[in-house]
């Protein structure tokens, strides 16, 4: 118990120094929690040798904040803000292979190696995205509510992605049903957006009326949609988050529930924390070291490609040229589902341990680095006018 107090103690100690430095520059505290990792990881100070446990608890985060978004979100209500993502995602996914085939080409990669650097291109980080639109408030702008369709469309695309490793992992053996239990999910999906729409509230059953005043009950009850859906989507081949994702929809329309964002807030913050502390602890000082030219290297081309494809991706949407570059900082990094992607293929043989290392030392950087690219770029396309929140 001594030690973990000591531990807990150190982390919240390290969070809170760095959190006041960042505040000073108006950085995202989602620095703070990678730093810190770093820093107590093994190979600095030691507080943390074994990450393992974390990165469990820190996964609870990422539900948590999905949740959180679904209570918030206004769903579309209209065809063009589903249409928009559904086009920009595949152009991403076509530009992302793209630029893999050029590195593989460089690199002299195998075509399952190169299939994983476009995996990496695929999909960003939904919780350093979402801090910058909620922070700026263009969350529920149409520019806004694109780019987090695009980031609900990758959590989709990731049951087509992890059956793809498992095949070639040789794990499981492949069944049709693999297919046809996320394509159901996302029709079930589809449906229940269209039903709830319009809906301003959900009255509960009258068995139920008793948790309506009962805040003890709400609570546990609030943790058991929001992980019981995220369980459900797991088990139908979609992403836990999006599960929980459609959680905080139903409990955001839920009479009587108003009250459970505030008292889940805290949970959010602290296991959101946890994750980010969990990718710090994973980055190996001693490989980056050893090969920090090539990693360096990696991560300004995937944040510079990764801006170039998304802001061409928006301007073929006619958002505003201002609007498009911006757009292209916020989803310049790998994110959560790539380290989860990349896990799995080092774990089922596909890709050696060098390219395994390579890929979550790049990932660390540009989740680290995206944060102060995207407020740089934001200060400079603000210079000379406003930005303007909804393209034209």
Known sequence: MNELLWSICVLSLTILILGFILKHFSQPYLIAYIVAGVLLGPDLIGIFSDTKEIELVGELGILLL?????????????????????????????????????????????????????ILFFFNSTAVVTEFLKKYQIFNTAFGSTIFNILLLQDVLLAPVLTLLNIWGGGKPFSVAQIILPLVGCIAIILLFKTIRNVQEIRLPRFLNKIADDHDLQLFTGLLICLGFGLLADAVGLSSALGSFIAGVLVGRLRGFAWLEHTLSSFKVFFVALFFVSIGLRLDLSYFLSHSEIILAGTFFVLISNSLISALVFRFLKFGKKNSWYGGALLSQTGEFGILALAIAYKDHIIEYELYKAGLAITCLTLLLSTIWIAVLKKLLEKPLPLQLIGK
């Open 66 to 118: 999905m949740f959180f978004l679904g209570l918030e979100i206004n769903i579309p209500n209209k065809r063009y803000l589903i249409i928009k993502p559904l086009i920009a995602q595949s152009m991403k996914v076509l530009l992302g292979f793209a630029f893999a085939f050029l590195i593989g080409f460089y690199l002299n990669l195998d075509f399952k190696s190169i299939t994983l650097i476009a």
